[in-house]
């Protein structure tokens, strides 16, 4: 493991951690959340962080309580502004300063995203995504911490979560962040050439380490996506053209990231359902020049072999891909927006009750210099609104949208009466257990 980093653990409350004794003190805080809160008490000889600032202890903020009671506690206490929040993620920068809202030495695009701050003040978000950091991966841990403790200071005091696309390969490929700071190692090509299913485990053991010792929560990885396509330019990402190769990998990368349970691990979000792989002429869907994902032979379900050994392995979210299933469903439109692929297939057939969520930008186009614009990756659906975007992924079984902070959108389709708010909840649900990672039958 790389030595620069620094084993720091940030404000983070987690829905189930171990109980330790303070003196005559019943404590469940860690030693550096008992330093840096400003919202413990003291109640009948028990410390506790009052997260809601009610002068009490809620259920949801006692760590002895059953996760499924915490999470309902929680979100009984949720108004609809907060819960719209956190069903959106989107990158933030990282300033060499530490600070939430700083811009010392941000570059490129970093320059003109929103930071994390306003995101979370204004949106009441709770999930966001890093891209490139300080080299220096203690400078994070210092964000981190600033962040958690703005987040302590919110209504609810629910704590962020922080997620990152690889950033521990030697090469960065197209979806891939600089490994500086951190340990390196080849692609994941690499280890499919190799077969060592103990060295795949002992890499994402590292990975979790690191990735835990600043305070990264959730990865955007593994994915799984098969080399079917050789012109695809994302192949560099997965492991290989080989669906039981790929499926055999899958299980230790999971298992070594997410650990016995997410307490201690690094929630997995699995890419990209139902495979990636088979873009039509090798053009990638991120742009609008894709011509669709194709099945020569009808191998569909040839794709689905490596997600079926992601789900056996718990993995604690998916991510669908941005392309179009040409001609293998009722209707060609993109992954997330297509009902039989994320209910009919994967929620009904796999019983997958995990989180998922889109790929980046899925809703609004995006402004990328003058007379620029990246248009959004909504395949089929192109004429609808953005709201009834919105409205047409949480329909098909969606729970969060990536690369996007509209939540005033699913606000108003719950007003204007499009959406319920019950349906809201049982995103939010699944957002708030993955914490825990319950055990879900196959």
Known sequence: MNKSILIIVGLTLSLSCNQSKSGNKENQLSDIVNIKSQVILEKEGRLFRDLNKNGKLDIYEDASQPVAARVEDLLSQMNLEEKAGMMFIDGVPVSKDAKPDGKEGLEGFAVGLTSVAENMNKFKMT??????????????????????????????????????????????????????????????????????????AEFADIVRKEYLAIGIREALHPQI??????????????????????????????????????????????????????????????????????????????????????????????????????DQTDENVAMSYNKTIITTLLREKYKFDGVVCTDWGLITDLPFGPGVIWEARAYGVENLSSAE?????????????GGEHRPELVVELVRNGKLSEKRIDKSIKRLLKQRENKKRKF
């Open 389 to 401: 975007r919105v409205l047409r992924v949480i329909e098909a079984g969606c729970d969060q949208f």
């Open 225 to 326: 996506d098969l080399a079917t396509e050789p012109r695809w330019a994302r192949i560099s990402g997965n492991f290989s053209e080989d669906a039981e190769l790929t499926a055999r990998l899958v299980k230790p990368y999971i298992d070594g990231l997410q650990g016995k349970n997410l307490n201690t691990g690094v929630a997995c979000m699995t890419k990209h359902f139902p495979g990636g792989g088979p873009q039509k002429e090798g053009l990638d869907p991120h742009f609008s020049f894709q011509k669709g994902q194709i099945y020569p032979g009808n191998n569909f379900n040839y794709h689905l072999i490596p997600f079926e050994a992601a789900l056996k392995a718990n993995t604690a979210a998916i991510m669908p891909y941005y392309g179009v299933p040409t």
């Open 127 to 200: 999930h966001f995504n890093i891209f490139t950091i300080p080299d220096d991966p203690g400078i994070f841990a210092k964000w981190y911490d600033n962040v958690q403790q703005i987040a302590e200071k919110t209504r609810l005091g629910i704590p962020v979560t922080i997620a990152s696309d690889p950033r521990h390969h030697l090469g960065q490929n197209v979806i891939s962040m600089p490994s500086t700071g951190f340990s390196q190692f080849c692609e994941m090509p690499g280890f499919a050439a190799i077969g060592d299913e103990k060295l795949v």
